[in-house]
């Protein structure tokens, strides 16, 4: 009786939505009220059932609520604004965020409106610029059966922002189950409000998804390790599928990573032989379904672990061709450092994309250069408590240490390697960086509750340093892009300063608090 009751909110709630949807994007209203609608009644209806089964908790309503309404009326606004403020290029034109939002798009419309079927998203030999086909089968199929007189980009804004606003509801179901609700809450209202997974969740991309599959694969983990085999082999089926259809690396990778937790976590630590040949298996498969892929795109016909090495330097390659050819800053670093050293510094240097400082500097056009700040100013509170992280395990149980160490791990390895991957691309490299905002969110919930409970003074030692390099960066740029700086400085003083202040810090906070462990 009560589900009949929320069907009475729902689905005016849903019309209202789809009307209101209809009449700001241009097409024909009359027509594309009835898409909006049943995309927005379905996606209501999943967003009041994870509500429901949790109890009705009224933190989570909130977390839901603030996730979803924050992507689409985001999303919608600068659908609005890019084409007028933004830059004269064809994603911002489009009302676009990404490059590749518009190229995907754009390409699944055309899918969609062709008399092909829908199968040929995965067809290599087409001209789909999407890697793995199942973005683009997701946004035909959208726009086909709910949009098929009018290409209308807001419908695959709404459904990005549904699927991440599930996500985030899988997310906290899974971290109630195995840290308890306090994690949920603090690592929930990450998933909900971090700027980089709000940008990619009103936008037609893949990241939506894989966040949605990675949090639905933990929570059927966990239902698995509570003793709930037939529902957790069923969840477990479906994000494995989701992700090897959106991305078989990354299912590789999640599989690897959720099943060594899996084992690691508790105190007893048995060999479960199917559970481990099960994760095995799958994860190999997708790791040889993407040197297939990989052997597509480079055009190459050798084996797929070949052709994984080969799309690693290609990657490795472009990755230094684009710091070169798009930071003038790095120049001097370069020629004064062997070329063995290059890609590590690259690499580093992603690692703090996109910089904050330079994002504030940028004479960028206004809804450009407020996406940059907020992106930049996520990643930059997000920074600290993944630092700090690591020093938290001693706090835990000692059957949570060694999956909180392997966490910490995994979550480090996959920022170096998205790193490493694009490098100093200010769009790119964080986006690959998001895919695995669920451990990283949990990494830093746990951490921020640590230091709420503890007040450990080495988290504000870490934010000591990040404010130092904050500081000096910005003084650098502002020399860059004004002339009123009398005293200028090099990048390479910049670095060394940086480095003198973090050790400085480091040595001094040691040093202080030996010291007064003496004197007690």
Not at 3 to 11: A, H, K, P, T, Y
Request: glycine share 10%; proline share 4%.
């Amino acid at each position: 009786m009560k589900r009949w009751r929320e069907f009475l909110w729902i689905l005016p709630l849903s019309l209202g939505l789809g009307v209101m949807l209809s009449l700001l994007d241009g097409a024909a209203w009359e027509r594309g009220w009835p898409g909006y609608s049943l995309l927005s009644l379905l996606g209501i209806s999943a967003l009041a059932a994870l509500w429901r089964a949790e109890g009705s908790s009224r933190s989570l309503g909130w977390v839901l609520l603030t996730a979803f309404l924050l992507r689409l009326g985001l999303g919608i606004f600068l659908a609005q604004m890019l084409p007028v403020y933004g830059y004269d290029n064809e994603a911002n034109s489009g009302g676009y965020i990404y490059r590749d939002a518009s190229t995907y798009d754009l390409q699944a419309w055309g899918l969609a409106v062709s008399d092909d079927p829908l199968w040929q998203a995965f067809d290599r030999s087409d001209a789909i610029e999407e890697q793995y086909g199942g973005l683009t089968l997701t946004l035909s199929l959208a726009y086909r059966l709910l949009s098929p007189d009018a290409h209308r980009p807001a419908l695959t804004i709404l459904l990005a922002a549904l699927v991440n606003a599930i996500g985030v509801g899988f997310a906290w179901r899974g971290l109630r189950s195995a840290y308890g609700e306090k994690v949920a809450v603090a690592a929930s209202w990450m998933l909900a409000v971090y700027p980089e997974a709000v940008l990619t969740g009103c936008s037609q991309i893949r990241e939506p998804f894989l966040l949605l599959f990675i949090a639905m694969l933990f929570w059927a983990a966990t239902q698995l390790k509570a003793g709930l085999r037939l529902q957790g082999w069923g969840w477990l089926a479906g994000s494995v599928l989701g992700l090897f259809l959106f991305s078989p690396p990354v299912a590789g990778s999640a599989l690897l990573i959720t099943g060594i937790w899996f084992w690691l976590f508790g105190s007893e630590r048995k060999v479960k032989w199917g559970w481990l040949v099960g994760i095995v298996v799958a994860a190999g498969l997708a790791f040889l379904l993407f040197g297939y892929i990989a052997g597509g795109a480079l055009q190459v016909s050798s084996g797929p672990l070949a052709n994984i090495v080969r799309w690693l330097q290609y990657s490795a390659e472009w990755n230094l061709y684009g710091a070169r050819q798009t930071s003038d800053g790095l120049q001097p670093l370069f020629d004064a450092l062997p070329e063995f050293l290059h890609l590590p510094l690259v690499t580093v240097y992603g690692v703090f994309q996109p910089v904050l400082p330079a994002a504030i500097a940028d004479p960028a056009p206004w809804p450009v250069w407020f996406i940059v700040i907020f992106r930049a100013l996520g990643w930059y509170l997000l920074l600290p408590l993944l630092v700090f992280a690591p020093f938290i395990g001693r706090s835990l149980p000692k059957g949570e240490r060694l999956a909180w160490g392997w966490l910490c791990l995994a979550a480090w390895a996959w920022i170096l390697v998205a790193s490493f991957r694009a490098g100093g691309d200010q769009w790119d490299n964080p986006r690959y960086r998001l895919i695995l905002l669920f451990f990283q969110a949990l990494l830093a919930g746990q951490a921020w509750l640590y230091w709420r409970a503890s007040r450990n003074v080495w988290f504000g030692r870490v934010l000591l340093i990040e404010g130092g390099f904050l500081v000096v960066f910005g003084y650098w740029y502002a020399g860059r892009y004004s002339g009123w700086l009398v005293w200028r400085i090099s990048l390479s003083a910049v670095l060394i300063i940086i480095l003198g202040i973090s050790l400085v810090i480091l040595f001094g906070g040691w040093l202080w608090d030996r010291r007064s462990a003496k004197g007690k």
